[in-house]
């Protein structure tokens, strides 16, 4: 296809466009420039008009129109023109690219109004709250924040240093390369500063920009300057390390016009908040005076100091770690403590970073079945764990007080280091899912990078690479026979591929936005997807027709799994409830609440019995299926939970946090019987060997890791 750009054309996607140059609604030319062909709408919904996405030759653009009301009024123009004019004069990788000449105008046949365009650089990827919502709206960590902060502090660096300032920093305008890499976009509302600039700021004589929640005071009142992007920056981290919009009356009170974020973002430390109420200062004077001074303050923060003594002395056996460039997004986001004297902080860690449990075929005992549970094998409870899920992991708000029944780690438990053997290196982004095949020497992972790949785990070779059409993948799961795969997508696609020949079978556009989670029916013939958007929906596997959609989760379902005689589906949300129901009927059975943030993995004990839950509280309940009430909360764990499986006798159950450990816990008795330690990421995904080897993925490393766990 081929688009006309004209606004009264009367077929600007008339069938045969593509195979000119001229219009065959209008007769207005389609290459621009002599250059770019506009393939498809983008929006027509923003402020200032039209984004398409054009080519030229085979590479993406983004192709931006104003609208020709709006091209009538100086000011607008103006800021349009200058978007093109900051971005050709700023080089650096979180900056879109536009050329010196990128922006132009043309003029439609028969119109005696030309259209202002700008042609720049396609970011492939979300932005930061499109991000957020993908992820079922969890709290990043301190570490996943820092990295974040340091990368955007550098990109202000550069812009500052070309004299403009953006002036409309917000989640919205921070965009997520594949690879990891932000990207600061919308410069239309940046400023030059010269000394014509300061002298309007001081009579007020500027043009006053807002966005609700990231604006400053003095910009409110027309007189920006540089130091204005470092509160919209702050105030930008504060969302994502809260979950919540700056105007959200839960941490804003505007009878006091106080913003109390801190209690809800209980994962940082005191030194990284210090820096960000440094950077959100009501008072231009008490905030950072340069980008230099931000990013200094940063480098002394004692997390960030451990992460650079990690990085230059952990070497992996057969690993070759990624570059520093890369290490950007995939450096392990380990929640430490935080002390002054990093001999204190090292010691403090040393015994809690840890490895991630795995995966095994499914038991064959009637009842409850968990999530990816390809059994794997007998032996050491660690060897014999059921595959983790796609649980919204590492993150977190506030964990509660447990209640009255509480299971605390004994000191006497055993803590067992692992020790590293290798990494599957091909990943560009975090790791959203994994899955090992029955053969326990095939591994699927998925991929923020937009692929899955399939291994041979004793070589490291990639065996075949699966490209989504559908940006991140989320989840995966495979047919009984496993000739098919199954993949959800952060644009809401569910994809079905043939596993013999890599092909895509089938696309199916499953929700409205990304799907979080998704399983099979033991028999093979539904798929289950749960999304973003609160529903799951269940799906033919054979033909991919909808069968039945459930409503009932007030956010984001985050994990699901389906019973062992494919009758039921339990649920688990951004919303903090557990939820059953039964797949024939689609009727919501029971709704269990207690946990005190996002529910991030279940699993029953093959009797049916007992439902453990996992939460971004930092706590697992332990349920009694058949009230319905809590029967214990284990309170072990220092971060969010992120996984849980089952070891295959149905003995014990296995919980991975973002504090970087597993541990494992006994399904009757709810007591803590070991720890697993040394693995340097959270645990987010898990798959299990034989001989005591565990194979570990982070949703913040693109690493994949194999380690052997001593007995």
Known sequence: MSLCINPDCPASNHPDNHRGVICQGCGSDLILQGRYRVMRLISSQTGFGTVYEAYERDIPKILKVLRRDRSQNPKVLRLFQQEAQVLSRIRHPGV?????????????????L??????????????????????GNHPISEHQAIQWLTQLTEILQRVHHHNYFHRDIKPDNVMLRHAGQLVLVDFGAAREMTQTYLAQVSSSGVTTLSSTGYTPPEQEQGQAVPQSDFFALGRTMIFLLTARSPNDSAIYDPLLNAFNWRIYAP????????????????????????????????????????????????????????????????VPNTDLPTATDLEAELAAIAPEAAPDPAAAPPPTVPGWQTRKSYLIGGGLVLVALVMGGIALRDRAQIPAPPPASVTEAAPEISTVAALPERSLLGHTNSINDLLLLSNRRELLSASADGTIRHWDVTTGETLQT?????????????????SVLYSGSANGTLEIWSMTTGALVRQISAHPGPINTLE????????VTGGS????????????????????????????????????????????????????????????????SFINAIAVSPDGRILFSASADQTIRRWDLSTGTVLDT?????????????????QVVISGGADATIRIWDIKTGELRQVFTDFGMPVDHVALLADQQVITASRENPDIRLWRTPP
């Not at 202002?116 to 499109?130: A, D, P, T």
């Not at 430390?269 to 950072?288: H, K």
């Not at 997390?303 to 990085?311: I, K």
């Not at 959609?549 to 949300?573: F, K, P, Y």
């Open 634 to 650: 284990l309170t072990a764990h220092t971060s969010y939970v992120n996984t849980l499986v089952l070891s295959r006798d149905g």
């Open 267 to 330: 994962q940082i430390s005191p030194e990284f908040a210090a820096l960000l109420e440094a950077l959100v200062a009501p008072r231009v004077i008490d905030r950072p005076r340069t980008a230099q001074e931000i990013l200094d303050r940063l480098h002394q923060l004692p997390l960030a100091r451990w992460v650079s003594q990690q990085q230059a002395a952990t070497v992996l056996p057969e690993t070759t770690l990624p570059a520093r460039s890369e290490m950007s997004a995939t």
């Open 533 to 596: 958007d609160g529903t799951i929906k269940i799906w033919e596997a054979g033909t991919g027709m909808a069968v039945r959609s459930l409503a009932g989760h007030r956010g984001a379902v985050n994990t699901l799994v389906i019973t062992a005689d494919g009758q039921h589906i339990i649920s688990g949300g951004a919303d903090r409830t557990i939820r059953i129901w039964e797949v024939s009927t689609g009727e919501e059975l029971r709704v269990l609440e207690g946990h005190d």
């Open 114 to 135: 030309p259209l202002h365009c700008i042609v720049m650089e396609k970011i492939e990827g979300l932005n930061l709250k499109q991000w957020m919502q993908q992820q």
């Open 96 to 112: 879109p690219f536009v050329e010196v000449k990128g922006y132009f105008t043309v003029l439609p046949k028969g119109q005696t």
């Open 520 to 527: 099979r029916l033991p028999d093979g013939q539904l798929i």
């Open 466 to 482: 699966f490209a989504s059409q559908g940006g991140f993948v989320n989840a995966i799961a495979l047919s009984p026979d496993e």
